[in-house]
């Protein structure tokens, strides 16, 4: 049996990733997923005033910023008891969803549809159309996406002043009101944005494509021109010529926090969340104390099993030549590996395609990609209704601040969607200052490492199995971890490692 060891270093995902591979006869048998940065933002946090983390947690990540800082000023909102007005959560969920569809449409375009211009597959009957659309600041698509995805930020920065980076949110609200200039120009960037998606990106209209409801539907309207010669038409059919639909499906539990608070309802959110059992096919509702984390295989001081983030804590160790080996921790809900990301949010969230689709083949990396471009026709709709709503109610109050005396010692937490899945901030205030905060982004539960258990983490069941042509060009690799949008940065340069291979087509 011929055996070898790899380990990759993948650009095109933010932040510094290795995969090290053990393949046997060509076939991946075992993966571990290397965060090589450690960044130590819960350190950071000790010991400062509660409403720092509003400034600082937003710098966690250039690309998710708002949700950081949404998880972060949800946390406070919830030991304090703070009430928010209507108004400002749609303005919160307007711009987080603006933030998510220039990741959306960034992560698709240009960090994930560049793999296929690899010179492997220049005898594919689609090469020379795909290389025209999706090579590297060549390609139309390519070239477009810059533009539309800088467009949407836009949004971001009408009522937070700038993106990233914002601090805008505060307790009890938002710091600028909606008026009718601020509407008027944010509903222009999403006319020019859904037109362009329509035309360009799914080749019809956005009532036309969201009533698509069942894997037949949809594999019937491949076939039609319009849809087959779109964007998202012609990455399907190349992906599924691969054969991704039916690669990757790693763990097959899947969890959401529910997208877009609901302004009405103060613990609601506009799409449901959950967690999906994917032994039994079914759902239940998210119990946030299931949550824990392990750092057994990483390199953070030792604790045994695993820790509510309330009870957990960020010391690095760092422990060459053993057997921990990343800067990311391994978050378990329950006893359970999960996947989040935009097939979890639209699945458990209940959109028919993705039900259909996901149980006809299961998941896979096709799927995952494939629904973060559906996502983005229900961010343009939930866009939209926000704008509607602000403007019809465009003279009540954007902000309740909160008395001082509000401002006590406890413990709470803040959950979102953002744009790579579920995303957590627990925090714990004593004596007026930050005692404990933790944060599990999306890719932690996505790229865990081995837990206490020994169980390995969804990217790395994921790789297992996967047949690899060329050790030397292991593209089926950068497909399937490219599939999930990672994000180290927002999770964790020291590595002692064998060989090295850097893998940037």
Not at 174 to 180: A, E, H, Q, Y
Not at 235 to 263: E, K, N
Not at 385 to 400: C, F, K, N, S, V
Request: with cysteine; net charge negative; hydrophobic share 40%.
């Amino acid at each position: 049996m011929a055996r070898v060891e790899l380990n990759l270093s993948l650009n095109r995902v933010e932040g510094d990733l290795e995969i090290a591979v053990v393949l046997e006869d060509g076939v991946v048998a075992e993966a571990r997923t290397v965060g090589t940065l450690y960044r130590g933002f819960e350190q950071i946090m000790l010991g400062r005033a509660p409403r720092d983390s509003l400034v600082i947690t937003p710098r966690v990540c250039g690309i998710c910023g708002t949700a950081h800082l949404y998880s972060a000023v949800l946390a406070l909102e919830q030991i304090w008891q703070v009430p928010v007005p209507p108004n400002a959560v749609r303005i919160r969920n307007l711009c987080l969803i603006a933030e998510g569809i220039q990741n959306d449409l960034r992560q698709t375009f240009l960090f994930f549809a560049p793999d296929f211009c690899n010179p492997r597959y220049r005898d594919r009957a689609w090469f020379a159309e795909l290389t025209e659309r999706f090579e590297p600041f060549r390609g139309s698509i390519y070239r477009q996406t810059l533009a539309q995805s800088r467009k949407a930020v836009e949004i971001v920065a009408q009522f937070g002043g700038q993106w990233p980076h914002s601090s805008y949110m505060l307790p009890g609200g938002v710091t600028i009101p909606p008026d009718l200039r601020r509407i008027l120009a944010c509903r222009a960037v999403l006319d020019d944005i859904q037109h362009w998606y329509e035309q360009v990106i799914v080749g019809a209209p956005l009532d036309e494509w969201l009533a698509l409801d069942s894997a037949d539907a949809y594999f019937e309207w491949l076939e039609t021109p319009a849809h087959a010669d779109s964007a998202l038409g012609l990455l399907s059919r190349c992906a599924r010529s691969l054969g991704l639909h039916g690669m990757a499906a790693g763990t097959p539990h899947m969890l959401s926090f529910g997208a877009w608070c609901d302004p009405q309802q103060a613990s609601g959110r506009l799409l449901p969340g959950g967690f999906y059992d994917g032994d039994s096919a079914t759902q239940s509702p998210f119990d946030q104390q299931l949550v824990n984390e392990h750092v057994r295989h990483s390199w953070f001081r030792p604790y045994p099993g695993g820790r509510h983030p309330l009870n957990g804590e960020t010391v690095p160790d760092f422990q060459p030549n053993s057997d921990r080996y990343t800067w990311a921790k391994a978050p378990r809900y329950g006893d359970k590996a999960v996947q989040t990301g935009p097939l979890a949010e639209l699945l458990i969230g209940g959109d028919a395609l993705i039900r259909s689709l996901h149980a006809a083949e299961g998941g896979n990396a096709w799927l995952r990609q494939f629904a973060r471009v559906r996502r983005i026709a229900y961010e343009l709709a939930g866009a939209r209704r926000m704008l509607e709503e602000l403007a019809a109610d465009i003279g009540q109050p954007h902000i309740l601040n909160p008395a001082k005396s509000a401002e006590i010692d406890g413990e709470g937490f803040g959950l979102i969607m953002a744009a790579r899945g579920a995303l957590g901030h627990w925090l714990k205030i004593e004596d007026g200052v930050i005692a404990q905060y933790q944060i599990v982004t999306p890719t932690a539960w996505n790229a865990s490492p081995r837990d206490s258990n020994g169980l390995p983490g969804h990217w790395e069941q994921s790789l297992v199995g996967v047949a690899v042509q060329d050790p030397d060009d292991p593209i089926e690799i950068g497909h399937i971890i490219r599939s999930h949008d990672p994000c180290l940065v927002c999770t964790v340069h020291m590595l002692d490692s064998g060989k090295k291979l850097r893998f940037a087509p």
